[in-house]
């Protein structure tokens, strides 16, 4: 058939062909035919695209930045493209306009400058220098070329400068320091009683009425989020070691490879006193302070208080004022001549005059531990139980690796896995995403990948999850509730105990609401009206807004309510987090005072509040510049 054509394709036949197919490429171009046509757009800045490809370049360059900065606690569903994508447009976005400011502003960047943060990056970097076959490869593995890496450099710096010029022209006043302290110190004089709602529950009625009536406007409440059970089998070294077998020759082998683990090494507790000589110091010098030591210790010996000696006559500044203490002290830590004497004494003992580089001690052994001469028999106990360790550790990797193959090659089971590793299969209770799971399966990949397509939709085995270094475990889902409202006659309990609360809690609302209208009138205090009503009173000292004691609703209104404007107390009130009514009378309202706040502190609160404002005027002028935009958003395919 080729041969056909290919007589047949002489002449008027084969230029007729060639037009044919010419036409349509001129008019579209041979890209169309590739397939590879003008890549989808998202964005639209100041005229240039940005293409779909490079929003998604970007969110995984950092989603994979935040995977190794949380490490264990990344969670996936954080960073799903659907929550993420439209995030990383926005910085883009920014970023775009921030560039385009900075051309326009003609902030430039040398050459020099961007090749010495270039060398300075260091990635690019090798034995300490610039090395450029790392930086080739590297900016080569990114889709770059050198020019186009340079000039992200320099964009990078010209908008740096930019961002710092901002930044860097921030400030405050010492008015702005009084005002924040005034607010941030402020205290406030306030008291509140409790109306609790219980006392209003047997005064609600309940009907099948009103209680569909309730569920049906509220079916939100009733919701349950998706859940599962998980089967899971956990590998660790500890268990592995009590497989271990042990002969009395391995144990030994064992002990003496491993003596200085069961054979405590020597030390003591010891105090001195130093009367310091200098190196190279006269004669007479080293006279003097020898004949005060000498002086001293026969008042040791006499029978005074050491500590209070050497608080008295040490020239050791960092164990003087604790009387000489040096705490516990093994061999290879002091000096050859100071051990030599120190590890002679017994416990209680006073050495003579000992002669150091820094002059004359007086050394006292206060007490003496280790050292032990034990034999193998004498801590047989201990080394079963060590070699047993190691050797399960040395299994561990073994295991691990026949667990996640197993696993993996039937991945529709833990069985085969189980039956195979001696392990046995455990069930959790139902768990959902925001569950916090404890022991083996307290990595946040266990619920990862718990609730991915894999192990969740497909049903397969879990890959295998490292607890520690010496734990893991495979899982597999075995079984699955999805996200629903329960129905109403399957949750009439739930349903009236609900209604009951909110229709108590809103009766303790309106008592409350009473009482505030009678405080008003000035006739009782609020301590007056509690205790006519045997409602639960507070009055705590002055209240400043970290204040831990005061519930956080009652705080929180107390200081939203504005200070009283005369000795008429201010009165309100807020329900609880159990449905109760917290009634608040505030008193008086105190504010803090900078002259309070000692000098050397208010250097430190100018730059956090320099900082704070610098931050605020960054996102105003960058918010500024991208309305001055030329900004056109495209939808975002996932």
């Not at 991945?411 to 455990?426: D, F, K, R, Y």
């Amino acid at each position: 058939m080729l041969q056909a054509i290919r007589e047949k394709a002489q002449g008027w036949i084969a230029w007729a062909i060639v037009i044919l197919i010419s036409i349509p490429f001129a008019l579209w171009g041979i890209q169309e035919y590739l397939g590879v046509g003008v890549e989808p757009e998202v964005a639209v800045i100041n005229g240039d695209p940005v293409t779909q490809r490079t929003l998604d370049q970007r969110t995984r360059e950092f989603r994979e930045n935040m995977r190794a900065t949380l490490g264990q606690n990344y969670i996936a569903d954080m960073f799903d493209d659907a929550i993420l994508k439209p995030q990383v447009l926005d910085a883009l976005i920014e970023e775009k306009v921030l560039v385009d400011t900075a051309a326009d502003w003609n902030l430039r960047m040398s050459d020099d400058q961007a090749r010495g943060v270039i060398a300075s990056i260091p990635a690019f970097q090798r034995d300490g220098h610039f090395d450029q076959q790392a930086y080739d490869a590297i900016v080569r593995n990114r889709g770059m070329t050198r020019a186009g890496f340079e000039q992200s450099i320099r964009q990078e710096l010209a908008v740096g400068q930019l961002r710092s010029g901002i930044r860097e022209s921030a400030f405050v006043t010492e008015w702005d320091m009084a005002t924040r302290v005034r607010l941030q110190d402020e205290t406030r004089t306030a008291s509140f009683a409790r109306i609790p709602a219980d006392a209003y529950r047997d005064q609600v009625v309940v009907t099948p009425e009103l209680l569909r009536e309730f569920y049906d406007a509220n079916l939100d409440m009733f919701r349950t989020p998706e859940r599962v059970k998980l089967s899971y089998l956990v590998l660790d070294a500890e268990t592995l070691g009590g497989f271990i077998e042990v002969s009395d020759e391995n144990l030994r082998r064992y002990f003496e490879d491993h003596r200085s683990e069961f054979v405590a090494r020597e030390e003591r507790a010891m105090r001195h006193i130093l009367f310091s000589v200098p190196a190279g110091a006269p004669d007479d010098e080293v006279a003097e302070a020898q004949a005060e030591a000498l002086s001293v210790l026969e008042r040791l010996r006499g029978g005074e208080d050491f500590t209070a000696l050497a608080k008295t006559f040490s020239d050791d500044p960092g164990s003087a004022d604790n009387g000489g203490d040096l705490g516990w002290v093994e061999r290879g830590v002091m000096v050859a001549p100071f051990e030599t004497a120190a590890f002679a004494l017994g416990k209680g003992e006073i050495s003579e005059l000992v002669r150091t580089d820094f002059g004359f001690h007086i050394i006292q052994v206060t007490d003496t531990r280790g050292g032990s001469d034990a034999g193998f028999e004498d801590v047989r106990e201990q080394v079963v139980a060590a070699y047993k360790k190691f050797e399960g550790e040395n299994l561990y990797f073994d295991y691990a690796e026949r667990l996640a193959e197993s696993a993996y090659e039937n991945s529709a089971s833990l069985a085969p896995a189980a039956e195979a590793l001696g392990l046995t299969i455990q069930t959790t209770d139902w768990i959902t995403r925001d569950s916090r799971l404890q022991g083996p399966l307290s990595s946040p990949k266990v619920l990862n990948l718990a609730f991915a397509d894999d192990v969740l939709v497909e049903g397969h085995n879990s890959e295998l999850i490292e607890s520690n270094a010496q734990q893991s475990v495979v899982l597999r889902v075995a079984e699955h509730e999805p996200a629903g409202v329960k129905p109403f006659d399957d949750n009439l309990a739930l349903i009236e105990e609900a209604y009951r609360n909110e229709k108590s809690s809103q009766a303790a609302a309106e008592t409350g609401a009473a009482a505030i209208a009678s405080l008003k009138s000035g006739d009782k205090t609020l301590s007056q009206v509690a205790a006519d009503n045997a409602w639960q009173f507070t009055q705590p000292e002055a209240i400043g807004r970290d204040n831990d004691v005061v519930p956080a609703e009652v705080l929180a209104t107390i200081f939203k309510v504005p200070p009283p404007e005369s000795e008429q107390a201010r009165y309100t009130g807020v329900v609880s987090g159990t449905g109760d009514y917290m009634l608040i009378e505030l008193a008086d309202v105190k504010g803090g005072s900078l002259e309070s706040l000692p000098v050397a502190e208010r250097p430190l609160l100018a730059e956090q509040m320099a900082g704070q404002v610098a931050a605020s005027q960054m996102r105003y002028v960058t918010q500024s510049l991208r309305d001055q935009a030329d900004v056109e958003k495209k939808p975002i395919s996932e």
